[in-house]
Nanobody, 115 residues
Framework: QVQLVESGGGLVQPGGSLRLSCAAS????????MGWYRQAPGKERELVAS???????NYADSVKGRFSISRDNAKNTVALQMNSLKPEDTAVYFC?????????WGQGTQVTVSS
């Protein structure tokens, strides 16, 4: 069984920072992609950032320069450091693990950016 558990969401003021963490447990193939998605009300779920087991990263244009994704392959964890947060970053953030053809999702954690 594979399980992903997110933590770190909350309420933050515009311009503030927040760090999300995700821990994956279970039998996980060493070559994989971990990432963060988000979904705001009325919008489609979108990829925020991803990182492969080799360390290569990818970011949505809207978060480049503000967010940073990292992972610990030994611990099967992934983190998302979010800086200079904007109200439009408000969404439920989901941790994702891709081991083709399998896709695993966390339950999501709410991030609210508001003054």
């Amino acid at each position: 069984q594979v399980q992903l558990v997110e933590s770190g969401g909350g309420l933050v003021q515009p311009g503030g920072s927040l760090r999300l963490s995700c821990a994956a447990s279970g039998s996980i193939f060493s070559i994989n992609v971990m990432g963060w998605y988000r979904q705001a009300p009325g919008k489609e779920r979108e990829l925020v950032a991803s990182i492969i087991s080799g360390g290569r990263t990818n970011y949505a244009d809207s978060v480049k320069g503000r967010f940073s994704i990292s992972r610990d392959n030994a611990k099967n964890t992934v983190a998302l450091q979010m800086n200079s947060l904007k109200p439009e970053d408000t969404a439920v953030y989901f941790c994702n693990l891709l081991v083709p053809p399998m896709n695993y999702w966390g339950q999501g954690t709410q991030v609210t950016v508001s003054s």
